[in-house]
């Protein structure tokens, strides 16, 4: 199985920051990764798809670039609202999918 | 407005079995691949199943194979995961979810969860 791996673990920073989070596939899965968003206590919300497709609704300053391997998130002014954990997940095979370990943005 | 709402979680003790369902309304049901997705308690993410419109497809996650089975009922617009065997890993609170688009996709649509539970 593909295996995805975030870093950092945990993030933090400060209102108005510019944020990248990075995730690594232990296998080329072209652009076949999403980005989600998750607060405590909620389901996750899709923020990209593709790789650097943005859901409908979610606002401009996430960004999603990369391919093959190795994909960001990147949050282009930190915004309170946004202060969550982030897990990648990869889709190239539908028969197993998998999510990264997720990581926590804090507040600095 | 899409809705997912999961039922049939709770206490179980290890070895037995539990039957979650959930519960569709606001698209049409029978057009989109449909997942279990599970989050351990302070853990991350973890796909654990994924059943194809007609049902003719499903796939699961190691770790659940031969164990759990994912089915559907489109006339009932709803989800089921048959979990036997239980382990005190499959703690976890369990969501439903859909995918974006007819094809199996990123999930742009979850219930709110429910809890299971494996312990004595």
């Known amino acids: 199985d593909i295996q995805m791996t975030q870093s950092p673990s945990t993030l933090s920073a400060s209102v108005r920051d510019r944020v990248t989070i990075t995730c690594r596939a232990s296998q080329s899965i072209s652009s076949w990764l999403a980005w989600y968003q998750q607060k405590p206590g909620k389901a996750p919300k899709l923020l990209i798809y593709k790789a650097s497709s943005l859901e409908s609704g979610v606002p401009s300053r996430f960004s999603g670039s990369g391919s093959g391997t190795e994909f960001t998130l990147t949050i282009s002014s930190l915004q309170p609202d946004d202060f969550a954990t982030y897990y990648c997940?990869?889709?190239?095979?539908?028969?197993?999918?998998?999510f990264g370990q997720g990581t926590k943005v804090e507040i600095k | 407005e899409v809705q997912l709402v999961e039922s049939g979680g709770t206490l179980v003790q290890p070895g037995g079995s539990l039957r979650l369902s959930c519960a569709a309304s606001g698209f049409t049901f029978s057009s989109y691949w449909m997942s279990w997705v599970r989050q351990a308690p302070g853990k991350g993410l973890e796909w654990v199943a994924n059943?194809?419109?007609?049902?003719?497809?499903?796939y699961y996650v190691d770790s659940v194979k031969g164990r759990f089975t994912i089915s559907r009922d489109n006339a009932k617009n709803s989800l089921y995961l048959q979990m036997n065997s239980l382990r005190a890993e499959d703690t976890a609170v369990y969501y439903c979810?859909?995918?974006?688009?007819?094809?199996?996709?990123?999930?742009?649509?979850w219930g709110q969860g429910t809890l299971v539970t494996v312990s004595s």
């Open positions: 997940q990869q889709y190239n095979s539908y028969s197993a999918w998998t």
């Open positions: 059943i194809k419109q007609d049902g003719s497809e499903r």
């Open positions: 979810a859909r995918s974006r688009l007819f094809v199996p996709t990123p999930f742009c649509y």
